[in-house]
């Protein structure tokens, strides 16, 4: 299972990749495979201020639909467009090519509450 220990992780199974006051969102290897193959994806709140814990999109595979959840309170600054004709990037690279939003971050005192690489690793049991 590949965690990089350079991201943050979520009790909901995504990763964020600080980048100064901006951070890139998406689910991790271990989601993605617990998905299965992944048909769809929407996010529809590009624009938009997100609480965290609120959902800004669904991922759809084979199996099941699961919404994705705001791991910090943020603006939504882009979202990934190639997903919209290659949702099966998220499968293939979900740390790189299959990012889902990239949000700017409203209160950095929220980093705290992720999870470290570590930490990911013991919740998932690897």
Known sequence: ????????????????????????????????????????????????????????GTVEAVKTVSDLFMPLTGKVLEVNEELESAPETVNEDPYEKGWMIKISIADESQLDDLLSAEQYQELIGE
């Open 1 to 56: 299972m590949n965690i990089p220990s350079s991201l943050k992780y979520t009790k909901d199974h995504e990763w964020i990749r600080i980048e100064g006051n901006e951070a890139y969102i998406g689910v991790t290897d271990f989601a993605q495979s617990e998905l299965g193959d992944i048909v769809y994806v929407e996010i529809e709140t590009e624009g938009e201020e997100i609480e965290s814990g609120e959902v800004f």
